[in-house]
């Protein structure tokens, strides 16, 4: 049993999603295992954003099923929900209640029982840095600590799964190399899926990389073996995303 | 988790001045009239006196005090409804619910009793100021509770009125704006409906309370109120799931 667990977190099969006559997401597959960290790749528009929220339930599939540790996230959405930790794009604060009262609000919510949620929330802010504004009103903090309150509402619940949706983006190189630390150490014993726009970041967390664009994934491949081939990423996202045609050489190669 | 997001509600609720404001406008109103009211009885309380079966305190000052306080919380209530999720959406906090693993239920139920809980508030300090009638005299308690139960029912009318309308939009203020009109809708409804007979009485959301006001508790009037909320949370409900399925 806990074998199986192991053995992929995330399972997505065929996903689909049309908006309207848009088609947003074409039949991509995900697969993560614990431990490993995959990095989301794609320029704006391609659908990294549109699949998270698949992903975490903020969006029905229009084709295509998602598992969760082996839970059917459409059949059993409450189970499946338990095990994932989300932070969208815009990170999602009350801006008038303090870092503590939020992050005791996130874990309630996430069933986090009352004997736990004093050690689990120290534990969050000590992760994320926070111990010294538990206090603090959200809307008073700086734009890095507040990304660091996503953070720690993603993790607090000890989550199988983490989706971190550009989380880097508006802080400074300091506070970025503390949130890459951050998501090594997660990515330990967890799934985590990080999208971003910074290539650099990606060879420097990730152990995967998948490409997106138009809707489709493109490219598929470890940073080790990346490593090995003595491919250059930044090379192959540019040749992936500016020209379509040529997609199918480069994986190939 | 209903009561956990209730919780949450009530307390980014009184985080801002908005609620304290409005309680205290809303105190300030009742307390205006129930002086006016005690002022007119004690005017014709020797008059009273030569009746037969006269009217009690309780007639003249509390049930129009009742009367009163639902028309302010008309006014009132579009300004606290807006923000249940419109602004949860234009702060794009709706995420971090979604994302939870309570179900679309859990959330229209939570901020539905949290702000129902906020109307309760209202209704306590409405009827501590008719119980300060105690102080000189006796009161109809029977008649008191009606009211406080027909405030709350309309109250819940409301509220899941304007839930459902804050659903619509990511705008509190057209939230706003239509819920105020959807109220005062029902509220022209009933003056239309003043020839006795007519269908569009049965709508009324006021000629329902009236009955509550007078001490009657009808089951017919409980029946329109159970289905006007349920009807307004479950609108409510539908449309926050359609939309996960639609984008």
Sequence with gaps: MNEQITSATISAR????????????????????????????????????????????????????????????????????ARIGYLPETPPLYRDLTVDEYLQLAARLHRVGNVNLRSVLNEA????????????????????????????????HNPDVIILDEPTVGLDPNQMREIRTLIRE????????????ILPEVESVCDRVQIMHQGRMVFNDSI?????????????????????GSSGDIQSS | MIFTIACKELKTLFAS??????????????????????????????????????????????????AMAAVVLLMATPLLTMRLIAEERRNHTMTFLISAPISMTDIVLGKFIGLIIFFCSVIVLAAVLSLSLLAGGTLDVGLLLSNAAGLLLICACFTSLGL?????????????????????????????????????????????YENFNRGMIDTFDLAYFALFILTFLVLAIRRLDGERLRG
């Design chain 1, 14 to 81: 065929g996903l689909c999603r049309n908006f309207g006559n848009h088609a947003a997401v074409r039949e991509i597959n995900l697969e993560l295992k614990r431990g490993e960290v995959l990095g989301f790749l794609g320029p704006n528009g391609a659908g990294k954003t549109t699949t998270m929220r698949m992903l975490t339930g903020n969006l029905a599939p229009s084709a295509g099923s998602i598992e969760i540790c082996g839970i059917d996230l459409l059949d059993r959405p409450r189970d499946a929900k």
């Design chain 1, 125 to 156: 802010k000590q992760r994320c840095g926070l111990n010294d504004v538990g206090r603090q009103l959200i809307g008073s903090l700086s734009k890095g600590y507040q990304q660091r309150v996503g953070i720690a509402q993603a993790i607090i």
């Design chain 1, 186 to 197: 997660l990515g330990a014993e967890r799934s985590v899926i990080l999208s971003t726009h």
């Design chain 1, 224 to 244: 080790a073996g990346l490593k090995q081939k003595q491919i250059n990423l930044e090379e192959v996202f540019a040749q992936l995303t500016l020209d379509n």
């Design chain 2, 17 to 66: 001045p908005l609620a304290w404001t409005l309680l205290a406008l809303m105190q300030l109103v009742l307390a205006w009239i129930f002086l006016w009211r005690l002022d007119a009885f004690l005017e014709i309380q020797s008059q009273l006196l030569q009746i037969a079966n006269p009217p009690g305190v309780t007639e003249i000052i509390v049930a129009p005090l009742f």
């Design chain 2, 164 to 208: 459902y309308i804050s659903c619509l939009t990511a705008q509190p203020a057209i939230a706003a704006a239509g819920t105020l009109g959807a109220l005062l809708g029902l509220w022209v409804v009933d003056i239309a409906a003043d020839d006795a007979d007519s269908i569009m009485r049965n709508f009324s959301l006021l000629k329902h």
